[in-house]
């Protein structure tokens, strides 16, 4: 694969702002109360979401975790419709029926966020597996955090990828915690990337704040796949600039830990890089605006939607009205 | 011809793999015949890549049966033992059963979940349980317990056809059992139970190896003359009330009889329902058979002792009648 020009990295850089404005959107509004639940931010962590998804086309498939607006946003869902399920409103992805933790758009191949740690590792190895069965060309990509390796359903996902070399990417996103628990607390195994070897998966830990590395090593991985020699698992080392949900004080850190973080910011540092690189300053700035102010007109067109309306809610549990009716 | 309970799903199996390139077997041992044999001879037919052998990880495969489902595969996975479902279930439960509501209906789960359940011969405390109630509290899901190799046939075909997540529960002591089939029969729907012996006197509502013993004991009652009905519920999610309605507003009488623990079963969700919604119907309170509070025990004695069958079915009966109530006919 070319190397991305400078325009593709302004393009990206263009795509990491969006979602930190969308998921800082995300934040406020969960704050006032407007957004109901409990979203999970993956600020800090953009360039995860944009450097693999930058090798995606539309009919690979996705899957993702509670923290997944990133994710999401990167393989190319609709800002106003992502938002607007955050929201719970009848215009979002799912009509408001899953929310911030069970976002899927099917059409742009984003087959579903789940609530349940590693509980998406098994149903992106299904999505392979059907990929590979009917002899369709697309891979399948999951996103996880290093709190899932803790989860049985991690190991014996990986062993039967392994067994039936299923066209799957794992992508662990190590922050460092599973929710409020660091790594050293939760378990021994420094890098996730250890548990692949012995399953016999190519593997490889990677700075996952470093948008030029992800986008390299997970081009390499989806090359792997494409050859039909999966799967992989690439673990990105990053840092949740926000705690685990909005609202979480965030007791368990220092402030100088969320200070340095700060200093690792993924969007701060391909900035810098693209000025090394003789982009204007000015240039990104007007590139963050233009994000700003998209983000802003799709947060203000969703919560201008209608709600769902409640005589709704009993529709669409099964296919067939004579079920749904049945069902007492 | 007649065929027994294994040979009849294997022939149902055998069918929709030929008719619909889609389905695929997965699941422990099942290219090696399975551990009761239903899939044997299937992976030499219909090909190794269809009929797959899994590791034994249920959480693994049931999440991998239900992302193919999501993709364009029609899986029917075998959870060897229905005690093993419960590793299967945070998927069952978080995953499958929701994907199509959650999805804002983008998202369809066609998939069919075979395993088998209840006591029989010694196979102890965590293979011998039914724990069908579990899933009938789990919107999403559609649980389907055959009674016999015949229906078998028809509501795993069905089920298959379906495109929603069944869970397919079969009887191990029903494996043995023995019928023909009626050529051309056209498949049942799911969700509707059958009236499998008219009778004016008493419901007798049963479902899996139960419907067996209600007919016996249905039998037998017929000698002291009561007559019995006996509805075959089929599908426990959903629950066919407007059969059991029908059938109530004749007899008056409701006996539910499953061999799952009475606590918290299916029989105490058709008590509330039958209790409620047709209050005005009922000469008496709605009586339940089913198994006592105890852990499936070893020896053939102590599961003998345990087991709720015809025996308890015409005794119960026997009470609900009363003999002002014989007097009364």
Redesign the interface.
Known sequence: MAAPTLDDWKRMYHALSRIRLFEGQVQRLAGSGEIPGFPHLSTGQEAVAVGVCAHLAKED?L?TSHRGHGHVLAKGSDLEATFAEILGRES???????GSM?L????NGV??A???VA?N???????????Q??GRPNITVVFFGDGATGA??FH??L??AA?WKLPVLFVCENNGYAEFTSREEHSNVNHVSTFAVPYGIATQTIDGNDLPTVHAAAGEAVAILRNGAGPYLLECMTFRMAGHYVGDSQQYRSKEELAAIKEKCPIERLKRLLVERGVEVAELDAIGERARLEVQHAVERARAAPRPDPKSVLE?????P??NG??? | MEQTFIEILRRALDEELARDP?V?LLGEDVAAGGAFGVTKGLAQKHGA??VRN??I?E???????????????KPVLEIMFIDFATLSM??LV??TAK??????????VPLVVRTQAGAAGGAAAQHSQSLEAWFIHV??L?VVAPSSPAEAYGLLKAAIRL??PVLFIEHKRLYTMKESLVDGAALPN??KARVVRAGKDVTVIAYSAMVKDALAAAGKLSQSGISAEVIDLRTL?????ATIAESVARTHRVLIAHEAVRNGGVGAELAA?IGSELFDELDAPVVRVGCPFAPVPFAPELEQALLPGSREIVRAVQQLIGPRGRAQE
């Open positions: 498939l899957f979002g992805l799912c009509r408001g029926r899953g069970h899927v758009d099917a059409a087959l579903g789940t609530g349940v509980g590792l098994a149903l992106a190895a299904g999505a392979a597996w059907a990929a069965a009917q049985g359903a014996e996902t062993n039967l067994l669409g549990v099964y296919r067939s004579s079920l049945m069902a007492g | 889609s695929h890549a269809r899994t590791p990880s959480a693994a495969i049931t999440g991998l049966a239900t992302g193919a489902a999501l993709c364009g595969l945070d998927c978080n995953q994907y199509r509501y959650m999805s804002g209906g983008q998202l369809a919107p999403g559609v495109g929603e799911i969700g999610l959903p629950l066919d009330m329902r």
